[in-house]
């Protein structure tokens, strides 16, 4: 279950550094659009292309993001999943060590009826020895 939670952290790592990269993009796109505003001259020509590329860049970066989610999805549901099958397995261990308790009592319990059943015939015994004795006197 560990190594599920270290690769879930590790996927939303990874989406986390996507969600930043498109956000650079974005930066660096309005950083472009503002020098070609600029200097239509010498970056108009130029920004044309660079806006195609950033197009092309975010589109493969947001389907990536996209596939990352399924993923991460996945993930989530493989890891709930362990941890439901987890929980099962501790309460079939609570309730066979709960069984183990109660048989290990009632077979303590027999051990201690067969004590005062022993105990309780001795003492029968004993009075009846010991009225036999008196009646001879």
Same mark, same amino acid.
């Given at each position: 279950m560990d190594e599920k939670r270290r690769k879930l952290s590790e996927l939303q790592r990874l989406e986390d550094e996507l969600r930043?990269?498109?956000?650079?993009l974005?930066?660096?796109l309005k950083i472009e659009q503002k020098a070609a505003y600029d200097n239509p001259g010498e970056a108009g020509l130029t920004y044309a292309n660079y806006a195609k590329q950033v197009m092309v860049? %975010? @589109?493969n970066?947001?389907?990536?993001?996209?596939?990352?989610?399924?993923?991460i999805l996945s993930a989530r549901e493989d890891l709930a999943e362990s941890y439901r099958d987890l929980k099962k397995y501790e309460a079939v261990q609570?309730?066979?060590?709960? %069984? @183990?308790?109660?048989e290990q009592d009632r077979m303590e319990q027999a051990v201690l009826d067969e004590v005062g059943l022993s105990m309780h015939r001795s003492r029968i015994r004993d009075a009846?020895?010991?009225?036999?004795?008196?009646?001879?006197?």
């Open positions: 930043g990269q498109i956000i650079n974005e930066e660096q860049r %975010r @589109e970066l947001q389907d990536s993001l996209s596939q990352m989610s399924h993923v609570k309730n066979r060590e709960q %069984r @183990e308790r109660v009846v020895k010991g009225g036999s004795s008196k009646k001879r006197a």
